[in-house]
């Protein structure tokens, strides 16, 4: 498993943007397909965006598409996700997550590898 750490959260008005990251330590980064999750209280986990091992593919939920960008750097050890045109509905606590698999997976099931979690506040 890898341990990962997200940075970038917080506070912005709608239309804004925000970039967080997610920086991995552990066994080897560039192994995993990677993820983003949001959920806000009350509500199970929700998909946002994934990418597999090499940045190649790419997946979205489609309340985020067009809005989101998600990217990596192997180099670094680190997923980021481009969130722009924010919207109050956007406002969660955003999670990564590392899949064994390296292809890109959409289920939180196929993770075994969360961060804490970074807060994201979309006012209107």
């Known amino acids: 498993q890898v341990q990962l750490a997200e940075s970038g959260g917080g506070l912005v008005q709608a239309g804004g943007s925000l970039r967080l990251s997610c920086a991995a330590s552990?066994?080897?980064?560039?192994?995993?397909?990677m993820g983003w999750f949001r959920q806000t209280p009350g509500k199970e986990r929700e998909f946002v965006a994934t990418?597999?091992?090499?940045?190649?593919?790419?997946n979205y939920a489609n309340s985020v598409k067009g809005r989101f960008i998600i990217s990596r750097d192997n180099a670094k050890n680190t997923v980021y996700l481009q969130m722009s045109s924010l919207k109050p509905e956007d406002t969660a606590i955003y999670y990564c997550?590392?899949?064994?698999?390296?292809?890109?997976?959409?289920?939180?099931?196929?993770?075994?590898?969360w961060g804490q979690g970074t807060q994201v506040t979309v006012s209107s």
């Open positions: 997550a590392a899949a064994p698999d390296s292809a890109y997976n959409t289920q939180a099931k196929a993770y075994n590898s």
């Open positions: 990418i597999d091992w090499s940045g190649a593919l790419r």
């Open positions: 552990g066994r080897s980064f560039s192994a995993y397909g």
